[in-house]
């Protein structure tokens, strides 16, 4: 199955993952080959599960103890940037800049 330019330039809006070599297209027309497979898996009267470890009656889980802290200023050093003791990460999807060898490659495959 083909990557259309639309799907392609969608996907690294979202993923901020740039597809513009042909390794790049061949990884992700792999993927989707890969996942096209559970599609032949036959689901019928499979209900959901909540969770991967519903065989197991009890989950153990350990206490949640308090060993150290008041070290927000340490590890406030360790950031490039902060803002009233939070750390500052940069805005996720940023559109990727077009280019034009992009579509050429894209169609000429």
């Known amino acids: 199955q083909k990557v259309s330019v639309e799907v392609l330039e969608h996907l690294e809006h979202l993923a901020l993952v740039d597809f513009r070599d ?45 060993t150290e802290g008041n070290c927000t200023k340490e590890l406030l050093e360790n950031a490039r940037e902060t803002v009233e003791e939070y750390f500052v990460a940069p805005p996720g999807n940023i559109p990727l800049v077009k280019l034009e060898g992009q579509k050429t490659f894209l169609q000429g495959s």
């Open 22 to 66: 042909s390794e790049g297209v061949e990884r992700l027309q792999k993927a989707i080959q890969f996942a096209d497979q559970l599609h032949e898996v036959n689901t019928d009267g499979v209900e959901p599960m909540d969770s991967v470890l519903e065989d197991r009656w009890c989950l153990y889980l350990r206490e949640d103890d308090v």
